[in-house]
């Protein structure tokens, strides 16, 4: 349910640090908290995401959240097929459903491991 590769934010989002760029997506806990998911904003390249921060906005049939960023770092690229297709989340949130991809510049260290995540929703 929370693959071991990646890194979770305690705000239910998750992070895959390849080298210096990390793909971030929200957890499958978000998309479900949330319901299907019928819109997402997303910041365009060259953006700057600071960890804790806002960065995103999704909204479902239930609710209109903000996502938080789990690292910061500048954006160098977005998914423009779940701005085209939001429901990508709901289907796929740790593949296809990913949303932007970041120049890490900070706050990695501080992300939680599978366990650690799926302990503080428990």
Do not use: R
């Amino acid at each position: 349910m929370y693959p071991e590769d990646l890194k979770y934010h305690a705000e239910h989002t998750w992070a895959k640090i390849d080298g210096d760029t990390a793909t971030i997506g929200i957890t499958d806990y978000a998309q479900e908290q949330l319901g299907e998911i019928v819109f997402v904003e997303l910041p365009e390249a060259g953006a700057t995401l600071e960890a804790g921060s806002p960065f995103a906005e999704v909204e479902s049939t239930k609710s209109v959240s903000d996502i938080i960023a789990p690292v910061s770092g500048e954006v160098v690229e977005f998914n423009s097929n779940v701005a085209e297709a939001p429901e990508l989340i709901n289907k796929d949130c740790y593949g296809d459903g990913w949303l932007v991809k970041v120049k890490v510049a900070g706050g990695a260290d501080a992300l939680l491991d599978a366990a650690a995540y799926q302990a503080s929703i428990s």
